[in-house]
């Protein structure tokens, strides 16, 4: 079974590119799911509904979203019915919404970090009282980790190898090179990546972020121009086992 993962995707521009590039890669490569963070995709910050089915209608299956997923609240009615659109699983008890999707026999999970990014409940603990409470548990479970310490996804990486298929990291958009299959058949990637505009700082317009660097002013960010970046990744998981083969970073760029 190969699954794609999109790295978050930001704005208008980042749309754009999954509407281009996406069915393509889809295609290329065999993809049987599609799972993309789409936590920025209205304006550079949340989700709409109209936003998400951009990606939906681009052959995305499931959206995760992270630390601004209330960020338009529109989308908060939405987050308890049946549109696949997940919110990390360790938010507090009573969050609208739902921290996973089960489709196609894949379990998808969305967790939120602690380091540097709130104060939510343990993920480690959360994805444990999920693998031991849910019923008819798929062997194929990806798990999307929006977190910004590296060394906390790591370690999550490493407390699940075995029991999932899949951890790959997002938040940071930066894409890293230490994609790899841990000892116990759990594919790991720190952070797949942006899908958003390349001459930018994280997506977001890199002079208004400067001028913030410097000022420590508040004012309006924007999100960047110009031609975009595409970073995925691809996972091969053996549907009988839940082990993952090979993982490997697919990049593009799109006018």
Known sequence: MRILTVGDVVGEPGRNAVQEVLPGV?????????????????HGLGITLNTAYDLFNSGVDVITSGNHIWAKREIVPHLDGQIPIIRPLNFPPGAPGR???????????????????????CPFRAMDSLL?????????????FH???TSEKIALGRYL??????????HTHVGTVDAMILPNGTAYVTDIGMVGPEESVIGDDAGSVIHS?????PHRISVGKGKSIFMAMLIEVDPCTGKASSIKRIQREHI
């Open 147 to 149: 977190a910004e310490a």
């Open 99 to 121: 921290g996973y999707w089960i489709t196609k026999n894949v379990l998808v999970v969305n967790l939120i970090g602690r380091v540097f990014v709130g104060d939510y409940d």
């Open 26 to 42: 889809i295609s290329e490569y065999g993809a049987d799911l599609v799972v993309a963070n789409g936590e920025n995709i209205a």
């Open 161 to 170: 190898d075995g029991r999932i298929s899949a951890l790959v990291g997002t």
């Open 213 to 217: 660097f410097l000022t420590k002013m």
């Open 132 to 144: 031991s409470t849910l019923t008819d548990l798929p062997k194929v479970i990806i798990v999307d």
